[in-house]
């Protein structure tokens, strides 16, 4: 019999998208944080789910995978039958110790060399986004926000650079993400992953004879345990890291314009005293948190913060509550570039924390040094949309004016 508190009418579906899209979110992770930081979730027409709020919570769950496995998805509403055939091949939805033998494979590609390679990369496309940003009078910023990313996934998987704008394309269809979408999107979703993976194959297949410093390199001449990964592995970890590399950094660069936009106090502040970038981008990932939840399945019956959990129940874990927890952060929803310590789980924690992190902050690094070199101040230039989504937290349209700075500051001194 479950607990009375867990159940509790007042309780809202925390999967409904719209909960997100209408910003009123915030305010019932607050309550619930207060309330019942573990409580069960019913959804009209769905299963039911677990959701965990508080920081502490979250960090205990994402420390324990032998309780709280991956292998059953990583999100709320995924394809049942995709999960299925990738679990345990993914590396996102994979439990140690298997998921630590990719991990080390994958990670084996980001030498010293191919990271200095793509900061290079990083900073030319950068400034050539900006250039053409300015050159208006006004832009969509969520066309400038989707190039970054998807342009450094593609470097590192050693996708050539006559093949990003295609990329561009089949991976914005595939992962539309929201309930916008009607059958003839999802039918094109379909179609976009299609293409992708036989992109892979191809790629794939051409790294088998000739490797380079690039991580389907690295996939396809690694091994575990004696023996290397499977074709499909391959394929469905490039996948994963295209899908997750793109979404996060995107969204936390227009949710951190956004922020800036609506506190210009703390946009002067970081354009005088540019020393302070990488407390503001650390800032910006815990005040916009992307990824909003995290999916685990418990492996055994146990407990989280009291509340009693059975075998196989759905467990979600809320980053985006986690990073607005009251009691590890002042003022929590407060945007403040100077605030430290912040010990905020944007990109999880334990044997999952992010294996890109380090890149992401580094794209947000040189994304957000050269807009406040170039850009004196930054306006909203129509409606702000944000998605209708229970996993992104992220903005459909973010149109803006950018007044160009007179002159620029030299880069003496940053970071």
Known sequence: MRSDAATAADVPDLSDPLLYESGEALAVWRRLRAERPVCRVVRPGGGPFWAVLSHE?????????????????????ADE?????????????????????????????????TVRRLERNMRTTVTGLLQDALAGDTCEFTEVAARLPLSVICDLLGVPRADWDFMLSRTMTAFGVGDRAGATDAAAAAVA?????????????????APKDDIISA???????????ASTEVILNCNGLISGGNETTRHATLGG???????PDQWTLLRERPELLPSAVQEVLRYTSP?????????????????????????TL????????????????????????????????????????????????????ELTRRV???????????????????????PVSLTPANGSRTREGRT
């Not at 960090?59 to 509403?77: A, E, H, I, K």
């Not at 996939?219 to 990964?229: N, S, Y």
């Not at 314009?257 to 506190?263: G, T």
């Not at 306006?379 to 992220?394: E, T, Y």
Request: proline share 6%; aromatic share 6%; hydrophobic share 40%.
């Open 219 to 229: 996939l396809v001449h690694g091994t575990i345990d004696g023996e290397p990964l």
């Open 291 to 315: 990824a909003m939840h995290l999916l685990r399945t418990a492996t055994r019956d146990t407990e989280i913060g009291g509340e009693p959990i059975r075998t196989g129940d759905r467990i």
């Open 57 to 77: 919570l979250v960090t205990q769950v994402l420390s324990r995978p032998d309780v709280f496995s991956s292998t059953g998805g990583m999100r709320l509403d």
């Open 376 to 398: 004196e101040r930054a306006r909203p230039a129509g409606p702000v949309r944000r998605m209708r989504s229970n996993l992104i937290g992220g903005l459909e349209s973010l």
């Open 318 to 369: 809320w980053l985006a509550s986690a990073n607005r927890d009251e009691r590890v952060f002042a003022d929590p929803d407060a945007f403040d570039i100077t605030r430290s310590p912040n010990r905020h789980l944007t990109f999880a924690h334990g044997p999952h924390h992010c294996i890109g992190a380090t890149l992401a902050a580094t794209e947000l690094t040189i994304m957000f040094d």
């Open 193 to 209: 992953h299609t293409e992708l993976f036989q992109y892979y194959d191809a790629l794939m297949r051409e790294r088998r004879r």
């Open 81 to 113: 039958t995709a999960t299925a055939a990738g679990a345990g091949k993914m590396m996102v939805i994979s439990d140690p110790p298997r998921h630590g033998k990719i991990r080390r494979i994958m990670s084996s590609a980001f030498t010293p060399r």
């Open 257 to 263: 314009l956004l922020a800036f936009i609506e506190n």
